[in-house]
């Protein structure tokens, strides 16, 4: 089953604009990573947040986490149209034999 | 030079009929991995190798046997093909750190399955 639901499923914005994308997931996690996807290609990492850490920044990303509320979400500023692309969140859970557990994804489209 | 290539990356066969993904990474890491993502893009754990050991194996069908002759290289091998593994198939590794794994994953491009 997916560990993660994201939402939303798809969202379209300017370029410049900000793209906010959430996951919700359901267990202990021992951390939290999200993953792009251009169109059929695989998946590239784009940052990992552990459990204990609460923000973090990577260029124009910046993520959170509120493990009370098993929740995370993704923020893209300035967004350009090579943004467009597929965002999972994947979950390492806590004792759950050393695997990583995507959500369902977010599809961002930016438009020029 | 690709970290994680698989081969082939489109396959097109009929039910019934066996097949084989191969991967290899080049990265050095212990650990390979092989995804499912389907139609809806869902990806979904289907098996994991540690330095050639299976470490996980998600209730896949018995006609998928992965192999793993060394710790660079993850095959998957599919036999009676059936309709609904028509999907990509994504091969990933992942390295071990001085922490531990924190299950950073490195892909491959995917090898698109369609079984008619």
């Known amino acids: 089953s997916q560990q993660g639901e994201e939402d939303p499923q798809a969202l379209s914005i300017q370029e410049g604009e900000n793209a906010t994308m959430n996951c919700s997931y359901k267990?202990?996690?021992?951390?939290l990573q999200w993953y792009r996807q251009n169109s059929g290609r695989g998946l590239v990492h784009l940052i990992l947040?552990?459990?204990?850490?609460r923000e973090k920044h990577s260029g124009r990303l910046r993520v959170t986490l509120d493990t009370s509320k098993k929740s995370s979400s993704l923020l893209i500023t300035a967004s350009r149209a090579a943004d467009t692309a597929s965002y999972f969140c994947a979950t390492f859970e806590t004792g759950g034999g050393n695997k990583l557990t995507f959500g369902t994804g977010t599809q961002l489209k930016v438009e020029l | 030079d690709t970290a994680v290539s698989q081969t082939p990356k489109y396959l097109v066969t009929q039910m019934g009929n066996d097949k084989s993904i191969k991967c290899e990474q080049n990265?050095?890491?212990?650990?390979m991995y092989w995804y499912k993502q389907d139609s809806k893009k869902f990806l979904k754990i289907m098996f994991s190798?540690?330095?050639?050991?299976?470490?996980i194996n998600e209730t896949v069908p018995n006609r998928f046997s992965p192999k793993s002759p060394d710790k660079a290289h993850l095959n998957l091998h599919i036999n009676s093909l059936e309709l609904g593994d028509s999907a990509v198939y994504f091969c990933?590794?992942?390295?071990?750190?001085?922490?531990?794994?924190?299950?950073?994953?490195?892909f491959g491009e995917g090898s698109r399955l369609t079984v008619l």
């Open positions: 990933a590794s992942s390295p071990r750190t001085a922490r531990g794994n924190t299950g950073e994953l490195f």
């Open positions: 990265l050095g890491h212990d650990t």
């Open positions: 947040i552990r459990s204990n850490e």
């Open positions: 267990t202990s996690i021992n951390n």
């Open positions: 190798y540690n330095n050639k050991e299976l470490i």
